[in-house]
């Protein structure tokens, strides 16, 4: 009997200890910190207004979850070299995710960035345009795109365009020759994103039984100042001439305005008056809209686009599949997730 209670003693004891010792080791895992996640952001450039309300958005996702992540933003400058020389240099410091908005997006440049990347086992994220060839973020499981389905956005602003024209023809076609005239300020050359806006938004006019003519189209990169200085060059030269005004972002949308502003046009006077569309949805092009200077934009939300980078980088970063507790899908790359753009409603006055 003795023997009985001295062996039922030791159990007790033995199953004790291992419940408080299992115990103790899930509250420290409970109450440890976790692993500060340090992520890169090689930006294109830090002065594109929808871009820096993405890295806005980054910035609060880091100060709503301080512990969990931080994001270190770097200017390109508008300048591959530049940005090259950045990627080299952040890959050498331990950061555990790359998140790239690239200046070029060539094959070559993309190759290169994700080879380099596959060999530190670093997970990437190039994001805001898809490359034109995907072929290299397909050989390396950890790297993907995020960006916008831009011939949605085109699609969109064409229709912008075409409501413009039904409601106030009389106004917009200036010349009565039943033909819109306009002038198209482009993105980058060899881009995917400026390619697919200049071709969707004109054929959804077409498509809609409105004729159209180029007076002329400019590269001007995603810049304001190229955008006005080409504007006025060109509204010199073929002043009442110019029916619309269809611009591949918001920005140079608005350097449209300012060149057409400088000689009293867009400024509440209907006769003296161009459209003006963008895509982005800026507040500064969603001021202008509202206060008449502007005719229209397609919404594309840095929230989302930002929310979209952390979650999924977040799940790269945990080796899980990237899409994990999200609602997103790839597209028929298998390698790219589209975040939708929308028509902005403005105000009502």
């Known amino acids: 009997m003795k023997i009985l209670k001295k062996i039922l003693m030791t159990l007790f004891i033995t199953t004790t200890i291992v419940n408080v010792n299992a115990n103790d080791i899930y509250t420290y895992a409970q109450n440890s910190p976790q692993k500060t996640i340090n992520s890169a952001v090689l930006l294109f450039t830090f002065d594109d207004p929808y871009i820096s309300l993405v890295r806005k958005d980054l910035e609060e996702i880091q100060n709503k979850n301080g512990n969990n992540v931080t994001f270190t933003f770097y200017n390109g400058k508008r300048n591959q070299d530049i940005q090259n020389e950045?990627?080299?240099?952040?890959?050498?410091?331990?950061?555990?995710?790359?998140?790239?908005?690239?200046?070029?997006?060539?094959?070559d440049t993309v190759k290169s960035v994700v080879d380099k990347v596959k060999e530190k086992n670093i997970p990437v994220i190039f994001f805001n345009?898809?490359?034109?060839?995907?072929?290299?973020?397909?050989?390396y499981n950890k790297a993907l795109v995020i960006s916008t389905d831009a011939n949605q956005s085109g699609v969109l602003q064409g229709n912008l365009v075409v409501n413009?024209?039904?409601?106030?023809?009389?106004?917009?076609?200036?010349?009565?020759?039943?033909?819109?005239?306009?002038?198209?300020?482009?993105?980058?050359?060899?881009?995917?994103?400026?390619?697919?806006?200049?071709?969707?938004?004109?054929?959804?006019?077409?498509?809609?039984?409105?004729?159209?003519?180029?007076?002329?189209?400019?590269?001007?990169?995603?810049?304001?100042?190229?955008?006005?200085?080409?504007?006025?060059?060109?509204?010199?030269?073929?002043g009442d001439k110019?029916?619309?005004?269809?611009?591949?972002?918001?920005?140079?949308?608005?350097?449209?305005?300012?060149?057409?502003?400088?000689?009293?046009?867009?400024?509440?006077?209907?006769?003296?008056?161009?459209?003006?569309?963008?895509?982005?949805?800026?507040?500064e092009a969603r001021n202008l809209i509202n206060n008449g200077s502007m005719a229209g934009?397609?919404?594309?939300?840095?929230?989302?686009?930002?929310?979209?980078?952390?979650t999924i980088g977040?799940?790269?970063?945990?080796?899980?599949?990237?899409?994990?507790?999200?609602?997103?899908?790839?597209?028929?790359t298998g390698v790219t997730i589209n975040t939708p753009y929308h028509e902005y409603i403005p105000e009502k006055q």
């Not at 345009?129 to 050989?139: G, R």
């Not at 002038?183 to 390619?195: H, I, Q, R, S, V």
């Not at 934009?297 to 952390?310: G, H, I, M, R, S």
């Not at 977040?314 to 028929?332: A, S």
């Open 164 to 238: 413009e024209w039904n409601t106030n023809k009389n106004n917009m076609d200036k010349n009565k020759d039943n033909i819109l005239q306009y002038f198209m300020l482009k993105g980058p050359a060899n881009n995917t994103e400026t390619d697919a806006r200049s071709l969707y938004s004109i054929s959804t006019i077409n498509n809609a039984g409105i004729k159209t003519q180029e007076i002329l189209s400019k590269f001007c990169y995603w810049d304001e100042k190229c955008a006005q200085d080409s504007t006025e060059l060109l509204f010199l030269r073929y």
């Open 129 to 139: 345009v898809v490359p034109f060839q995907t072929e290299a973020i397909k050989s």
């Open 314 to 332: 977040m799940n790269l970063v945990n080796n899980l599949n990237p899409l994990e507790n999200t609602n997103y899908k790839f597209d028929e």
């Open 297 to 310: 934009t397609v919404f594309q939300n840095p929230k989302e686009t930002a929310d979209a980078l952390y």
């Open 242 to 283: 110019i029916e619309a005004i269809i611009a591949n972002n918001d920005a140079m949308a608005i350097g449209a305005i300012k060149a057409l502003q400088k000689y009293d046009y867009n400024k509440g006077d209907k006769y003296k008056y161009i459209p003006v569309f963008g895509i982005d949805g800026i507040q």
């Open 86 to 107: 950045l990627i080299d240099s952040v890959i050498q410091n331990n950061y555990n995710l790359l998140l790239v908005n690239l200046v070029n997006l060539d094959q």
